[in-house]
């Protein structure tokens, strides 16, 4: 089950391959991903972080110095709800990366269960954002 304060969704490798270090890098930059401090790409509007992605390899993190030596199953991308302020744009943001990196890398886009992304659970996603959304109003 997926912990409730966060959304991930995955771009998992071509069967029976991995992404190479240098292309994966170079794909997570030309989308305007920023490798930050902590070895994560951010992606960042002028305000704060929208999502991050990680590297399915522990400790998930893309080590600056070795870049070029790093090959990994695949990233998951990953949207902080506490911290998001706007949830929907960033999803929208994330789903429109992922599906630019599935272009440039192939691959499959997958939900939280690891299973090929649906419009069911497309659905199920904007289900929750609805929910979120809701609740932050009625706080307000």
């Given amino acids: 089950?997926?912990?409730?304060?966060?959304?991930?969704?995955?771009?998992?490798a071509p069967r029976s391959q991995i992404f190479e270090g240098p292309a994966l890098v170079k794909a997570l930059r030309q989308v305007g991903l920023e490798l930050d401090k902590n070895g994560v790409f951010i992606a960042k509007d002028s305000q704060s972080v929208l999502f991050y992605v990680a590297s399915l390899l522990k400790p998930g993190i893309f080590d600056r110095n070795n870049l070029k030596d790093h090959h990994t199953p695949g990233v998951n991308f990953i949207l902080d709800l506490r911290q998001a302020s706007q949830p929907k744009k960033a999803f929208r943001q994330m789903l429109q990366t992922i599906g630019q990196l599935s272009q440039v890398l192939g691959g499959d886009v997958l939900d939280y269960h690891r299973q090929r992304m649906t419009h069911a659970s497309l659905g199920e996603y904007m289900a929750r954002l609805d929910t979120l959304e809701l609740l932050r109003k009625q706080r307000a």
Avoid: A, H, K
């Avoid at 089950?1 to 998992?12: A, H, K, S, Y």
């Fill in 1 to 12: 089950r997926e912990d409730e304060d966060f959304l991930v969704l995955f771009l998992m």
